[in-house]
């Protein structure tokens, strides 16, 4: 369970703590989750780096700041480049609205300057 959580965090940034907890507390759960994470980020007709943008851009419509900062992270961690978020935070100001893209642009500005 370590390397799948050393995977993640690879992946996403940083894990949130409930979720670390989760292994302990619902290991079939965690499990699972863990399952579904690795056919979610798997390359597919998208590839790993496109849904990163994605999950920051959903992220930032949420104003969810842990999401948006570890997609970031995790984005980071694939090369994903500064322009491709700016393009994917254009789509959620779109469908979102202005405070979407302020939110995200403010943390890209900060993890990625």
Known sequence: MEQKMKELEEK????PKIFAE???IEPD???KV?????LVWADGALSKQTKKVIAIAIAAALRDRHAVRAQMAGAKNLG???EEIEEGLRVAFLLAGMP???YGKTA???MMG
């Open 108 to 110: 890209l500005e900060e």
């Open 29 to 31: 759960i965690y499990e």
């Open 80 to 82: 994903v480049r500064k």
């Open 22 to 24: 989760l292994k302990d």
């Open 100 to 102: 979407a893209y302020v």
């Open 12 to 15: 996403i940034g940083k894990v």
């Open 34 to 38: 863990m399952g579904i994470d690795q």
